[in-house]
């Protein structure tokens, strides 16, 4: 089984600052890893995502995420926060093929970023 | 990229009616699309997937009857709420996929929202 924990619910940053949302996984396969933006009203867009490849891995907008295995961690930062950056964010692990070979996401409790003026 | 339709943006129906949401993908085939749910702040639930001329896999918990789900094409899946009742109001989103997970991405609809008064 494969699970994803979103450590805080809510994150405020100020413009310009350091943007930091946390992820960690729990995975019975080698993880594909992903993280997502909503805003309001939409459906969800990939930021970016890890598939075994580099473990640093750059996104749009210039955010990216490390996958780190030893903490089974796949953090997601942006050097510095934008205003536009304010959505709800969802770090998502793919789980087991079923018969059909269809791996699917399992997402996170989603973390709300806030872009303080 | 890739680009995921919805129909209806939004719905408003009376308690007993039924509903169909249309999930098309405008640019590619889809041979996979699956359809979640999301509660207000919380998490995408999914729902079900649903594979091009085959039935549905429905997860645990989800009605197979008052969800019904069909993939006639490869560019349309469709869900229909039966017998809507105010517990299923939410926001339904689907997504597609064209090919095998390890090369392609699941591409988001915007997201339907559903009341049912």
């Known amino acids: 089984a494969q699970s994803v924990t979103q450590l805080g619910s809510h994150v405020s940053v100020s413009e310009g600052a350091l943007v930091l949302l946390r992820c960690n996984y729990s995975s019975s396969v080698p993880p594909y890893l992903f993280w997502y933006v909503q805003y309001p009203n939409q459906g969800l867009q990939l930021l970016l995502k890890?598939?075994?490849?580099?473990?640093l891995v750059k996104g749009i907008n210039d955010f990216e995420a490390e996958f780190k295995k030893s903490e089974t961690s796949f953090h997601l930062t942006k050097p510095s926060a934008h205003m536009s950056d304010a959505a709800e964010y969802f770090c998502?692990?793919?789980?087991?093929?079923?018969?059909?070979?269809?791996?699917?996401?399992?997402f996170g409790t989603g973390t709300r970023l806030t872009i303080i003026p | 990229g890739a680009v995921v339709s919805q129909h209806p943006s939004r719905v408003i129906c009376k308690s007993g009616t039924s509903v169909k949401i249309e999930c098309r993908s405008l640019?590619?085939?889809?041979?996979?699309m699956f359809w979640y749910r999301q509660f207000p702040k919380q998490s995408l639930m999914l729902m079900a997937t649903?594979?091009?001329?085959?039935?549905?896999?429905?997860e645990q918990g989800v009605e197979k009857d008052k969800f019904l789900i069909n993939h006639a094409s490869l560019t349309l899946s469709t869900l229909t709420v039966t017998s809507a009742h105010p517990e299923d109001s939410s926001f339904y989103i689907c997504s597609a996929r064209e090919g095998p997970w390890s090369e392609e991405t699941q591409y988001f609809g915007p997201g339907t929202r559903l009341l049912v008064l």
């Open positions: 890890y598939t075994s490849a580099a473990t």
């Open positions: 649903s594979n091009e001329g085959s039935k549905a896999t429905y």
């Open positions: 998502a692990v793919r789980g087991r093929p079923d018969n059909f070979g269809n791996e699917k996401l399992t």
């Open positions: 640019d590619f085939q889809a041979t996979t």
